[in-house]
Structures are given as C-alpha cells and as structure tokens.
C-alpha cells in the first residue's frame, strides 16, 4: 500500500538558519504530494502541494519539489521564524481519496 | 471565514458515557472523513462517506460510528469511550476525483475521565 516516510524529529534550530524536513513516499503511478503544517492546539492546515512529477509547491518561504526519481518530496526553508515552530507532516493521496500521513516532525525555531 | 467547523472545540466525557463529536461544510465537498490523531502521532483515518455510502476502515473498532444525515454534517459517535480513545478528532472534506486536498476542520480534543 501507499505510504510515506518523514525524517524523524523533533528538530531545533535558530531564528534564520536553513530548514530541510525529508519526506519519501512508496506509491504505485503518480499520487499527489502535500505539507501540512500544525500548530500547536490546532487542525491542520494545507502548507503547499505537488500534483505531478517536477513540480515545486511553495507557500511563505517553504517550498518542496516532487521527485519521481527519488520519491521525494523533502520540504525546505531558507530562513525560519520562532513563528515556523510547529509540526510538520508530509503525505499523499491517490486513488481512492485517501490521505495517507506521515508520522510528523515537531520543529522548534530559538530566538 | 471558517468552511470546516468542528464542534465542539473540547470536549469532556465520561468512562463509558457515550459522546457525539459533530463536523459541518460550507463547501459542499462530497467526501467527508474523520481522523483520530493522539499525542505526538500522524492522524489515522477511522472512515468516510463518499456521498451516503460510508467506508470503515478496516481496524476501526466497533465503539465507533458515524452518520451523515445530509451534505453538510457528519458526526462522530463513540458509543462507549475508553481512556484510549482521548485524542484530538479532526473532520475533513474533499472533493471526489482528482487527488485533490483535503480541508479540515479545527478539530476537537477530546477527554475521557
């Protein structure tokens, strides 16, 4: 079956510092790739997506680009913010409209 | 403006007392689910309705049910809740077809004593 596979965490860094959270998927054709961001007490909420191989979705400041080759869909930032701290989860969906989530990386931004 | 709104945003229930959670759409999606998601864990998905027709997931137990009396609501029932069913219920809606997102909802918490 479908699944996806995120770098584990929890991940700290300082306030500007380069951000990189690694996501591979297994998915038989072409699922669409999705970053969902969740703050803490909060839902989730949509980051950016990729429907199709090549594709790089951004949203404030963090972009991510499907890699067919690789099955990668690794998220990144050049700076963070204090305001970045959250929990980050890769995940796909194909078919049969099933999101399928990864197990999440808690990410912590230090003034 | 909120288009996914869980209610309510907390919830308190008793040992064995059953509890409805609700969800309601202004989208008009016809694809609604609901995800379990403990503390610290990707959330699970326990089933959804593709229009009427609902889909179980295979090892959602039996203590939880659900109805969608219309486009617009689906609840969440648990019939008799166990400490190890406190977690944060989030709903969610899609639109049936492409792989498209899913919108959800702000969630609820709920606490079982």
């Known amino acids: 079956g479908n699944s996806v596979t995120q770098m584990e965490g929890p991940v700290t860094l300082s306030e500007e510092a380069f951000l990189t959270i690694n996501c591979t998927y297994t998915?038989?054709?072409?699922?669409?790739l999705f970053w969902y961001v969740q703050y803490p007490g909060e839902g989730l909420q949509l980051l950016l997506k990729?429907?199709?191989?090549?594709d790089k979705g951004s949203n404030k400041g963090f972009e991510a680009t499907y890699r067919k080759e690789t099955t990668s869909f690794h998220l990144e930032k050049g700076s963070v913010q204090v305001s970045d701290s959250a929990v980050y989860f890769c995940a796909l969906i194909q078919g049969a409209q099933k999101l399928v989530f990864g197990q999440g990386t808690r990410l912590t931004i230090n003034p | 403006d909120a288009m996914v709104i869980q209610n309510p945003r907390y919830q308190v229930t008793q040992f064995g007392k059953p509890v409805t959670l609700s969800c309601s759409q202004t989208l008009n999606h016809n694809v609604m689910y609901w995800y379990q998601q403990k503390s610290s864990q990707a959330p699970k998905l326990l089933f959804h309705y593709y229009d009427k027709d609902f889909n179980n997931e295979a090892d959602t137990p039996d203590n939880f049910q659900s109805r969608r009396p219309n486009t617009s609501f689906c609840f969440l029932d648990i019939r008799s809740p166990g400490l190890g069913d406190a977690a944060m219920y989030l709903c969610?809606?899609?639109?049936?077809?492409?792989?498209?997102?899913?919108?959800f909802g702000s969630g609820t918490q709920l606490s079982v004593l």
């Open positions: 998915a038989t054709g072409y699922p669409s």
């Open positions: 990729a429907t199709k191989a090549d």
């Open positions: 969610a809606t899609g639109h049936s077809g492409a792989n498209e997102k899913l919108f």
